[in-house]
């Protein structure tokens, strides 16, 4: 119903940066979160960040092991947000999956394929 198109994943050397973006291609909820979730081989998938439109002003949340390094900011009308990530680990090494969701209603999640990130020297 919806195709939610990422980008910006690639290989990194430790301490450097990459930007992931991703756009739904058309709009579905009034108030929408958008955001990546990130799993490695083996692991549980985990929360990376998301932005949360609202009224006034939107909200942000960022996973315990991204905070301070990674930052995320949208573009309301245009259901695209942007990743930016700096000080990268190769424990950052993940597919991170782009999500898009009503705000109002959890069972509403719609992802994108997934972007590979690789943070190796």
């Known amino acids: 119903q919806v195709q939610l198109v990422e980008s910006g994943g690639g290989l990194v050397q430790p301490g450097g940066s990459l930007r992931l973006s991703c756009a739904a291609s058309r709009s579905l909820f009034t108030f929408y979160t958008m955001g990546w979730y990130r799993q490695a081989p083996g692991t549980e998938r985990e929360l990376v960040a998301y932005?949360?439109?609202?009224?006034?002003?939107?909200?942000?949340e960022y996973g315990d092991s991204v905070k301070g390094r990674f930052t995320i900011s949208g573009e309301d009308t245009k259901r695209t947000v942007h990743l930016q990530m700096n000080n990268l680990r190769p424990e950052d090494t993940a597919v991170y999956y782009c999500f898009y969701r009503n705000s109002l209603d959890a069972d509403s999640n719609y992802w994108g394929q997934g972007t590979q990130v690789t943070v190796s020297s």
């Open positions: 932005w949360r439109t609202g009224v006034i002003t939107d909200g942000t």
